[in-house]
DNA sequence: CGCCATCACTTCCCGTGTCAAGTAATGTGG
DNA sequence: CCACATTACTTGACACGGGAAGTGATGGCG
């Protein structure tokens, strides 16, 4: 009755499916309170923040930012509507194409992330890393990349437009 | 301005976080979708039919089952009640203590977990296993509890009541 | 015995996220 | 230079999940 060519899960397997599925569920949430409750902020809307302030003019196209924040454009398009209407973000069309949008972090916005950031790395450090070896944390990131990889997720580079002339 | 006394991220932990990061948000889309369109049921759906299917007399109090499958009391109690409608879980009182729910896996969720798990099992180890070394399975198993436990999580044991006298 | 705190769930309200349809701006082939 | 497909985003309808309040059953204590 039952297929058993299945290639079912080891033991040990299954203990690290199970501890992964836990980490899934109970990882954002913990980072999600605590930035609510200190920024009134939800993770993901953090994530967007953080990556703007990271990229070169503090501006990205929605496409590309809603990539590196691993989230739908039209989620993404919710979260800056959100921001915008806190003044954080600010959208404008981009002059050479008329349908790309480009979202900036505000001065407000560059502020917020600077008062955000540190409870934020705090939690992320209590939750995560304090405790970690070196090894651990290398064995963390191969894993963590081949899950994602395997998942078929491609990430745009991590700093501005490449083709930015005014690129740092 | 900046507080420095922040012990801000390294930068190998940094290239950890963002890739953990996608990894929470990717990996359970992934298995959501196969679940969805090869059974029809979410990834919190199966994983309740899951557990139960692994519960003594395949039976469970509904406050243990939350914990186990990392949802909320109140997210279960509407999981269940669609699983209920769709006929693969019964709900019942405990006959001891009239404030317990138990939730039974019926003969039809017992065949609609035999029937999906290969599917299941196949996409975890696609995405997941496929590729990773003993030593990467022992260290994500490590690093996943490490987490989970400085999030604040406790889980009750995987078999069925410990006080239960018809135990195997 | 009776009152109140507690526990175990359930339900209500609300924000958020997703899929699909809609809109506007570009390329592209005749 | 004009349809038509494509790209990039926005919006609408709907489902899911979280937290607070509600309901019913217990246990403890005077």
Redesign the interface.
């Known amino acids: 009755?039952?297929?058993d060519d299945?290639?079912?899960?080891t033991r040990?397997?299954t203990?690290?499916?199970i501890?992964?599925?836990?980490?899934?569920?109970?990882?954002?949430?913990?980072l999600d309170t605590q930035l609510q409750r200190d920024a009134g902020l939800s993770l993901t809307e953090y994530?967007v923040l953080s990556w703007l302030s990271m990229a070169t003019r503090r501006t990205r196209r929605m496409r590309d930012l809603a990539a590196r924040a691993?989230?739908s454009l039209s989620h993404l398009s919710r979260i800056v509507a959100r921001l915008e209407a806190r003044g954080w973000v600010r959208r404008h069309p981009e002059p050479t194409d008329g349908r790309t949008t480009l979202a900036t972090l505000t001065d407000d916005g560059w502020d917020k992330v600077?008062a955000t950031?540190?409870g934020h790395?705090?939690e992320?450090?209590?939750?995560?890393?304090?405790?970690?070896t070196?090894?651990?944390?290398?064995?963390?990131?191969?894993?963590?990349?081949?899950?994602?990889d395997?998942?078929?997720?491609t990430?745009p580079p991590i700093d501005g437009d490449p083709d930015d002339p005014d690129a740092t």
């Open positions: 009755m039952v297929d299945t290639r079912w899960l040990d397997e203990h690290a499916w501890a992964l599925v836990s980490l899934t569920v109970h990882l954002p949430h913990a994530q691993d989230v600077v950031a540190p790395a705090a992320v450090r209590r939750r995560v890393f304090d405790g970690l070196p090894a651990q944390v290398a064995a963390l990131t191969d894993v963590a990349r081949h899950v994602t395997a998942c078929g997720v990430l």
